[in-house]
Nanobody
Framework: QVQLVESGGGLVQPGGSLRLSCTVS????????MGWYRQAPGKERELVAA???????RYSDSVKGRFTISRDNAKKMVYLQMNSLKPDDTAVHYCNYNPYRPSYWGQGTQVTVSS
């Protein structure tokens, strides 16, 4: 059974940084593209960063230049380094495959950017 567990969120001031982690269990992780998604209050869930099995990355315009997605295939982990955080980045952040699998959503990790 596939399980995705996110961690690393918290409260940070504007301009600050956080590093999110996602642990993947129960799958042949190395062959799959992964993504970080987020859902702000009252908004649709959106894909903000994606990484292929080979390490190619792409980002939404809203985070490009500030966020970096990476993966460690040996550890079956996906990371999201978030720098220069803005209040608009406040959201619950999730990892999932890309394209996402609806049944694999975890609890997510809350990121709050506020002074």
């Amino acid at each position: 059974q596939v399980q995705l567990v996110e961690s690393g969120g918290g409260l940070v001031q504007p301009g600050g940084s956080l590093r999110l982690s996602c642990t993947v269990s129960g799958s042949i992780f190395i062959v799959y593209a992964m993504g970080w998604y987020r859902q702000a209050p009252g908004k649709e869930r959106e894909l903000v960063a994606a990484i292929t099995s080979g390490g190619s990355t792409r980002y939404s315009d809203s985070v490009k230049g500030r966020f970096t997605i990476s993966r460690d295939n040996a550890k079956k982990m996906v990371y999201l380094q978030m720098n220069s955080l803005k209040p608009d980045d406040t959201a619950v952040h999730y990892c999932n495959y890309n394209p996402y699998r609806p049944s694999y959503w975890g609890q997510g990790t809350q990121v709050t950017v506020s002074s």
